[in-house]
């Protein structure tokens, strides 16, 4: 089954042409890796499939919804519900503690508050943070705090969780340590990943890694 079906996305800057019609999609339980040129617009493409911008041309199917056509509180909605992001700077709230950080995107969810807090304190055990559930952000290490903001995005069990970077400030014990816990993710949830990568471990270890270039996808392949 497709997770995400993307077809001849087509974006633009100004009179820069960012992204040349890409096709590509996902399966549900693949990791897949994309990798490429700075500049080649990898970040560009994973905010256009995670819904956080719009193409110009071409279509999204998230789970089989047409997601390019969503606007206002149902985009907001949709995203809530089915879309994690992860980006390569944690961006947790600082007054808030990492359990606190993992919930907020469930209660937005309106989800009962006791079934928000059990699955977060599961997520957080599973990520190897039972004993960091009160602590703030700036009182755990990079690698903890990356990985509570893995915990936020899984929050509410989304269909693909979309990570832009997210090992490139860590160093490299912690980089591993992430991607081991991508592939547990995987195992114990089936849990779907698109991820951009610097990394060529990771991107050796994913199930597929698609080339991209000056806004094209190289690779055949791509389309599975
Ligand atoms: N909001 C924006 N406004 C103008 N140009 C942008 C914007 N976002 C990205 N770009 C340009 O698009 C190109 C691709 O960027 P990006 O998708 O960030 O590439 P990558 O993630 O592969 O490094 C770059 O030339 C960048 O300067
Ligand atoms: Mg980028």
């Given at each position: 089954m497709s997770v995400l079906?993307?077809?001849?996305?087509?974006?633009?800057?100004?009179?820069?042409?960012?992204?040349?019609?890409?096709?590509?999609?996902?399966?549900?339980?693949?990791i897949v890796s994309i990798v490429g040129p700075s500049g080649s617009g990898?970040?560009?493409?994973?905010?256009?499939?995670?819904?956080?911008?719009?193409?110009?041309?071409?279509?999204?199917?998230?789970?089989?919804?047409?997601?390019?056509a969503l606007t206002g509180k149902k985009?907001?909605?949709f995203r809530n519900h089915h879309i994690g992001f992860v980006f390569q700077f944690h961006h947790l709230l600082p007054e808030f503690?990492?359990?606190e950080n993992v919930c907020i995107p469930g209660w937005m969810a309106g989800t009962k508050k006791q079934v928000v807090k059990d699955r977060a304190v599961e997520l957080l055990g599973l990520l190897g943070l039972s004993h960091r559930l009160d602590h703030k952000?700036?009182?755990?290490?990079?690698?903890?705090?990356?990985?509570?903001?893995?915990?936020?995005?899984?929050?509410?069990?989304?269909?693909?969780l979309f990570a832009d970077e997210p090992t490139g400030n860590l160093d490299s014990a912690n980089a591993r340590e992430l991607h081991?816990?991508?592939?547990?993710?995987?195992?114990?949830?089936?849990?779907?990943?698109?991820?951009?990568?610097?990394?060529?471990?990771?991107?050796?270890?994913s199930d597929r890694t698609v080339h991209m270039k000056d806004g094209k996808i190289l690779d055949a392949s791509a389309v599975a």
């Open positions: 079906v993307a077809t001849d996305i087509h974006k633009r800057f100004g009179t820069v042409e960012v992204l040349k019609g890409v096709d590509l999609s996902i399966q549900k339980g693949e990898k970040s560009t493409l994973l905010h256009i499939l995670g819904t956080l911008d719009k193409p110009d041309r071409g279509q999204v199917m998230l789970n089989n919804a047409n997601v390019t985009l907001a909605q503690s990492a359990l952000p700036n009182a755990m290490s990079g690698g903890e705090q990356q990985r509570v903001a893995v915990a936020r995005a899984l929050i509410n069990n989304p269909d693909i081991q816990l991508f592939f547990d993710l995987r195992k114990n949830f089936g849990q779907t990943f698109l991820i951009v990568t610097h990394n060529e471990e990771l991107a050796q270890l």
